[in-house]
């Protein structure tokens, strides 16, 4: 069995939604695991595994807008803390003996294995963008560049890209391998069913699309708003994973930020979708795009009201769309995993005689 360090982005909730079902397969399999996150992955996780806090990467956000300047002077301050993390990580292998490095878009982890000459597994969703070949939405040639640039720079050189896509694409590198999302047991067994209402979420306060939802006629569930009670026609909820599972579950579509995950899950569970990206984060502007153009829901670089009424009046084409939606469970990628570790675990052990 393998010793491995195992690194999560703590960004979002996405990360290590999908690293909890992975790190399950990997516990039963016998192996040690040694877990590093921060932020929302940092706390997700130490709900089912001992975890290792450690620096990491912050974006800032600003009623539904990524900032930039705002993210890099924040991250620039805490320089020093990420220094701490490296040597602490490269103590944490060399104590442990570790065999293997599995990241989920964490950059550290990524670092300290080519550091110390370990075999490395990259698993994200972000590398679609860099490893296969997609369309990409017209007015963005900048972002393209910076995210491109971006992906390369958080997890380079890895022996193996495992790339996560909700849609078919076309490999260009040898190292990598596509596989469907990975999806949370509650979500593969969850049945779904058609409400009366659509389920709204955003990452940050939008009073923006609160404004426009408030003049649409309809039933809407918002999470993510930062407040609760029934204004109007909106029912606002307090964070739950429970209760956004059911109401994700009953609702007859979604409109939500383009994060990979819920994405995946709505797509699997049937759900339209009409995505609105957080401005300035191209992945999710990606995401979007490709919801729109596989005709599972839609997307507008603006939206108003006559868009939102326009998305209500197509759920039928987007439902009937969605029944050929190609659903899968996590077994795929699982027997890769299981063989990559078998395969760089003895390369990097006969390495070191």
């Not at 195992?6 to 290590?16: A, D, K, Q, T």
């Not at 001992?50 to 956000?61: A, H, S």
């Amino acid at each position: 069995m393998a010793n491995i360090l195992y690194g999560v982005n703590g960004e979002g909730s996405g990360h290590s939604t999908r690293a909890k079902e992975i790190l399950s397969h990997l516990q039963q399999q016998g192996h040690k695991l040694h877990i590093v996150s921060f932020d929302r992955g940092l706390r997700n996780l130490s709900e089912s595994f001992p975890v290792t806090g450690i620096f990491g990467f912050r974006l800032t956000y600003i009623n539904n807008r990524m900032r930039y300047r705002k993210t890099v002077a924040s991250n620039v301050i805490k320089a020093p803390q990420a220094a701490r993390s490296l040597k602490a990580l490269s103590r944490l292998v060399d104590e442990q003996k570790i065999d293997l490095v599995i990241t989920d878009f964490e950059p550290l982890s990524c670092h300290v294995g080519h550091r110390m000459r370990l075999p490395v597994i990259a698993i994200d969703n972000q590398h679609a963008i860099t490893n296969t070949r997609v369309s990409l939405p017209k007015g963005f040639k900048r972002d393209v560049a910076a995210v491109k640039l971006l992906t390369r720079i958080m997890t380079p050189h890895a022996d193996a890209y495992l790339v996560l896509s909700f849609f078919p694409a076309e490999i260009k590198r040898r190292d990598t391998f596509l596989f469907p999302p990975i999806l949370r047991q509650e979500i593969l067994s969850t049945k779904s069913q058609t409400g009366d209402y659509v389920l709204v979420y955003v990452t940050s306060p939008s009073k923006d699309l609160a404004a426009l939802l408030k003049q649409v006629r309809c039933k809407f569930v918002a999470y993510g708003f930062g407040t609760e009670g029934q204004v109007g026609n909106i029912l606002f909820k307090k964070p739950s994973m429970d209760g956004f599972l059911r109401d994700l579950a009953g609702a007859k579509a979604l409109i939500a930020n383009a994060g990979f995950s819920l994405v995946s899950e709505a797509l699997h569970m049937g759900k339209p979708y009409l995505a609105v990206p957080v401005k300035n984060q191209f992945e999710q502007t990606f995401n979007a795009y490709y919801v729109d153009k596989l005709g599972y829901g839609a997307w507008w670089k603006e939206l108003n009201k006559e868009k939102i009424e326009s998305f209500l009046f197509n759920l039928p084409v987007y439902a009937e769309n969605l029944e050929s939606y190609p659903r899968a469970g996590n077994g795929a990628i699982f027997s890769k995993i299981n063989e990559l570790i078998g395969t760089l675990t003895a390369k990097a052990r006969h390495g070191r005689r």
